[in-house]
């Protein structure tokens, strides 16, 4: 299987702040790689697939890049609704694997 | 609007069995792959099945053997099967919509396995 790493696992930010998450593949994956937003008990939302391509209605500050093994998601401009946790997750094989989480808060 | 909305959760002792499903509206599921993903209480993500637009079936090592993903398309409904539960398969259990990444979940349904 192949493992997907994030880093860090918990981030401390503030509005306005530009964040970056790292995710690391254990083998190569192409661009085969989506984002995900999560908020507690709300189901995970998409927000990047093919390592860079920004979902439909996903704000502009949010922006994806990388390929092969390191993949980062990056927020340019925080704002209050981002605050929440961030899965990356590889689709160039099965069984599917996401990354442990990235927890972004205040 | 495209939805999907899980039932059929609830508590099951260890080897029991319990049948998900998932109501498609605003799309077939006979046309889209067709996914559930699992987060056990406090944990992350984990991919459990995918079913094909031509039926076609794949599953995580963790439940191979025990869980079957199928659909009814007259009823718009996917459904997961889950036989020889066990603790560790407790977790929220959310339907999602696509292949390589999911752009429509579910709300999540909450299947406990405890005696």
């Known amino acids: 299987d192949i493992q997907m790493t994030q880093s860090p696992s918990t981030l401390s930010a503030s509005v306005g702040d530009r964040v970056t998450i790292t995710c690391r593949a254990s083998?190569?994956?192409?661009?085969?790689l989506a984002w995900y937003q999560q908020k507690p008990g709300r189901a995970p939302k998409l927000l990047i697939y093919?390592?860079?391509t920004l979902e439909g209605g996903v704000p502009s500050r949010f922006s994806g890049s990388g390929s092969g093994t390191e993949f980062t998601l990056s927020i340019s401009s925080l704002q209050p609704d981002d605050f929440a946790s961030y899965y990356c997750?590889?689709?160039?094989?099965?069984?599917?694997?996401f990354g442990q989480g990235t927890r972004l808060e205040i | 609007e495209v939805q999907v909305v899980e039932s059929g959760g609830g508590l099951v002792q260890p080897g029991g069995s319990l049948r998900l499903s998932c109501a498609a509206s605003?799309?077939?599921?006979?046309?889209?792959?067709m996914s559930w993903v699992r987060q056990a209480p406090g944990k992350g993500l984990e991919w459990v099945s995918l079913?094909?637009?031509?039926?076609?079936?794949f599953y995580a090592d963790s439940v191979k053997g025990r869980f079957t993903i199928s659909r009814d398309n007259p009823k718009n409904t996917l459904y997961l099967q889950m036989n020889s539960l066990r603790v560790e398969d407790t977790a929220v259990y959310y339907c999602?919509?696509?292949?390589?990444?999911?752009?429509?979940w579910g709300q999540g349904v909450l299947v406990a396995v405890s005696s």
């Open positions: 605003g799309f077939s599921v006979d046309v889209n792959y």
């Open positions: 997750q590889q689709s160039k094989t099965y069984p599917y694997t």
């Open positions: 093919r390592a860079s």
């Open positions: 079913i094909y637009t031509g039926g076609s079936t």
């Open positions: 999602a919509r696509g292949i390589g990444y999911f752009d429509c």
């Open positions: 083998q190569t994956i192409s661009d085969y």
